[in-house]
Every structure is written in structure tokens, then in C-alpha cells.
């Protein structure tokens, strides 16, 4: 194994496993740390954890895990994957986890990009945007768990390590690999955030840090990591083979983003069938997973089980149960209405939100996942099993007839 990455949710590794397959490599995602070796011709790993938004000492420890596994794997490089819009509060996630795998490895020099310009996500003078949108006006600044309420990324991340952050900006990138080389000898902080707003950035970036053992960002940062291992002759650059797969497909959806929730009212429209849960009628036992699936395998077409309610309307469940009692009550259903889906034949199944896509991932005791084709920038198709194929989808990412293009791509 070359490359060893360490994602901090399900759907956000699967961006991942896209952007690396697409360049060439061989990938395998793991539903949390294996148990046993990796197989001989994985030249990337993806260590999937649900730890975004988990208390930050178990983030913490179950990254170092995932950092030990990959090591012994024999990667020659590190990557801690986080999401493209830095989903994090100001106590972490994302630093002190950073924090820990640069001390575990004796990293000097970190970047932090989590720019993604094919779905929009590109950051100038240290500050990330959301199409033409600062971070903190995009939406996100609603986001139920990890409201980002400030687009500066030197702000922001510099709340959750005890140390200054530096910064790269584009003008520097611009210039090429070797000016960032040079500019990240001559920051006097360890953790820097670099500027990207294009694809060509990310490319320049990668190369820049080819010699790094650690480096973080969302999917793009990855973008010219392949292209590092193919110039030193260690990459094959055969990519994935795929073969769809012919069968019943439903949606489980539990993202609020606004781009999915604008794919639900899309597949609504179309006439689609689609049925709602309300997270208040869960608490009160009115609805079960098991109602849900039972609709969901009644219906013809693409049936999409969803709460992907507006942001206010959640906030106000959630502050009349808890937050974390919501969540957990959401997570529990979407896990065991995937398996009585699953159980009950649908063989291509669709999850829409990072924590639903992770529940899900968790409730099929999936360990192993192979990176198929893109079905949108971001989304792969994935093979689970023989007769199982899924799309794991972050919130933000999609275009709106998402749903039924995904169906169709894992068919075939």
C-alpha cells in the first residue's frame, strides 16, 4: 500500500476513493479499522471512521488506530480526509485530530486544503467559499452538529490547536510547486492552511508536498498524489474495473444541505414515490424502520425513504429532545431500514448525508468497500457485495436529478 488515508465520515472517504480511483489507483474504503491485513494489490486504503462529530478523545484515539493499521501496511504517505466545507466546531474535530497523527508521524509541516473546485469549494486569502458564497453564508452556518459560522480557516482552526496557523496564499500557489516548497520552509508554524481555487491549484499542491508524510484536506487535495507515485514507478495507474448491478433500488436520505434537499423536492416532483419521517413520530414510536421498508419494497420505481427537513424545523426538534438523541434515533432507523431493504432484496441502495450514509455503512456490517466509476463530482459508485451496490452521498454534493442518475450508474 501507498497511500494511507484516514476519513473522518463515510461519505466524505468515498469522495476520496473517487478522486484517487479516477486518477489511476487501485482503491479499497474499510468501514472502520480492519482486523487483518490489507490485500497485496491495494495501492490506497481508506480507513473510514464515524468520527466527525464523536467526543474528541475518541477521534482522537480511533485516528491513531487507523494511523497504526495503515503503517503497518507499509504506506509511504499519509492523508487525513475531512469534508470540503471543514465540519467541525471550534473544539474540533479536525485539529486536534490533525494534531495527534502529525505527533504520532514527526510531521513538521502540515497543510490543511479543503478546497474542492469541481463542487464549487475553493478558498482565497485563507477564507473558504461555497460557490459564490462565504462559508458562513452558504448554509452551513445552519448545519445541525457543526455550524460554520466563520469562513476564515486560520480562525477557525486555529481555535482548536495550540498552536499558530500559517498560511499559503494563491499567489504563492500560482508559482508552482517550487514556491510552495519554499514558502511552507519559510512558515514559522506547523499547521498551514493553503490557498486553491482551481483544480490546477490542487495539482501543485500535491506535487509541492510529495515528500510530506502528512497532509489533510477534502478529496482534491489528493488530486495530484496518484500522479507523485506513477513519476517514482510504484503506481500500476490500472484504475478500478466495475460491473453494475441489476436489481431493485430505494434512497435513504437524512441530510438537511441544501442540495439535498433541492434532489428530494426534484424526485418529488417528478412523481416519484417518497416518504417523509418526521423524527418526532420516531421518539413517539408512531414510525419504525420496519414501516418504512415495508412502504419502500410495496412501492414501483425508485422509492426514497427521507427527514431531510428544513433547518429550522430540525432545530426545533432538536431543541425540544436534544440534539444527540435525535441523531441517534435518526442514525438507528436509516441503519436498520437499510437492512430489512437489504434482507428484503433491493440490491442498489442510495444514502444522501454524511452520519446516515455511516449508520447505514455500520447497520450492513459493510467492512470492505471497492471505488467504482464517479456518478457526480465527489460520488463514486461502490460494490459492497455480489449482489449489493451502493452511492454514498455528502449532503452538499449533487446535482438534483442525483437519485435517479445514481440508480442508473450502479445498474450499469
Request: charge should be negative.
Amino acid at each position: 500500500m501507498l497511500l494511507g488515508c484516514i476519513g473522518d465520515d463515510f461519505t466524505g472517504s468515498s469522495d476520496l476513493g473517487n478522486t484517487l480511483a479516477k486518477a489511476g489507483m487501485r482503491v479499497v474504503q474499510y468501514s472502520g479499522t480492519p482486523a487483518r491485513p490489507a490485500a497485496p494489490d491495494v495501492e490506497a486504503g481508506i480507513v473510514a471512521l464515524k468520527s466527525r462529530t464523536m467526543p474528541v478523545a475518541d477521534a482522537v484515539r480511533l485516528s491513531l488506530e487507523a494511523l497504526d493499521w495503515l503503517r503497518a501496511q507499509g504506506c509511504r504517505q499519509f492523508l487525513f480526509k475531512y469534508c470540503s466545507t471543514f465540519d467541525s466546531t471550534p473544539q474540533g474535530n479536525i485539529g486536534p485530530v490533525a494534531a495527534a497523527l502529525a505527533n504520532a508521524l514527526n510531521a513538521n509541516r502540515v497543510i490543511f486544503c479543503p478546497a474542492f473546485p469541481a463542487a464549487g469549494r475553493t478558498i482565497y486569502q485563507g477564507h473558504l467559499f461555497v460557490g459564490d458564497c462565504l462559508l458562513s453564508e452558504s448554509g452551513m452556518e445552519n448545519h445541525p452538529l457543526t455550524p460554520m459560522t466563520d469562513p476564515d480557516l486560520r480562525r477557525w482552526l486555529g481555535q482548536q490547536v495550540d498552536e499558530g496557523v500559517g498560511h499559503v496564499p494563491a499567489a504563492t500557489v500560482l508559482h508552482g510547486p517550487d514556491a510552495v516548497r519554499a514558502a511552507l520552509r519559510a512558515q514559522d508554524h506547523r499547521f498551514v492552511v493553503a490557498d486553491a481555487i482551481r483544480d490546477e491549484d490542487l495539482l501543485v499542491l500535491g506535487q509541492a508536498v510529495s515528500n510530506e508524510v502528512l497532509l489533510t484536506g477534502g478529496s482534491g487535495i489528493a488530486l495530484g498524489l496518484p500522479g507523485n507515485f506513477r513519476a517514482q514507478g510504484l503506481s500500476s495507474a490500472h484504475g478500478p474495473q466495475w460491473r453494475g448491478q441489476a436489481g431493485p433500488a430505494a434512497v435513504l436520505s437524512g441530510s438537511c444541505s441544501r442540495a439535498t434537499r433541492g434532489q428530494v423536492e426534484r424526485h418529488i416532483a417528478e412523481g416519484s414515490p417518497a416518504l417523509e419521517i418526521d423524527p418526532r413520530a420516531l421518539l413517539r414510536d408512531d414510525m419504525t424502520a420496519r414501516d418504512a421498508a415495508a412502504w419502500a419494497l410495496s412501492q414501483t420505481g425508485l422509492p426514497l425513504v427521507y427527514s431531510s427537513a428544513d433547518p429550522d424545523a430540525v432545530r426545533a426538534v432538536q431543541d425540544h429532545h436534544g440534539s444527540q438523541i435525535v441523531a441517534a434515533r435518526l442514525d438507528a432507523f436509516f441503519a436498520e431500514c437499510a437492512r430489512l431493504l437489504v434482507a428484503g432484496g433491493v440490491t442498489r441502495l442510495i444514502t444522501a448525508g454524511g452520519e446516515t450514509s455511516g449508520a447505514v455503512v455500520e447497520g450492513l456490517s459493510v467492512d470492505t468497500l471497492e471505488i467504482g466509476p464517479e456518478i457526480d463530482p465527489g460520488v463514486p459508485a461502490i460494490r459492497v457485495r455480489d449482489n449489493l451496490v451502493m452511492a454514498l452521498k455528502s449532503g452538499n454534493f449533487g446535482a438534483e436529478d442525483f437519485f435517479a442518475k445514481a440508480a442508473a450508474r450502479l445498474e450499469g
